[in-house]
């Protein structure tokens, strides 16, 4: 996958836990930790706001379509 540079400001704190892993050998370097990071954010973020978007579905509802597509599936099925 292509990466890009960017440049980032952190404090003193931050960079200290930062490089105590990379002393560590828990990450391989600074970059590793930062990208680590962002991904996993990242991805909270976008769980998150997938379960906000399924917390608006009415219950009813989505159970009215799930079994209405069940029923088209199963006429589609082979009999055994």
């Known amino acids: 996958m292509p990466v890009a540079k960017i440049a980032i400001t952190l404090d003193r704190e931050t960079l200290r836990r930062l490089d105590q892993l990379v002393a560590q050998r828990r990450v391989p370097n600074r970059s590793r ?15 998150g706001r997938l379960a906000r978007e399924c917390a608006k579905l009415d219950p009813a509802d ?10 088209v ?3 589609t099925w082979p009999e055994y």
């Open 73 to 75: 599936e199963l006429e």
């Open 62 to 71: 989505e159970r009215a379509l799930a079994e209405e597509g069940l029923g």
């Open 33 to 47: 930790v930062i990208q680590i990071a962002v991904e996993e954010h990242l991805d909270r973020l976008e769980r």
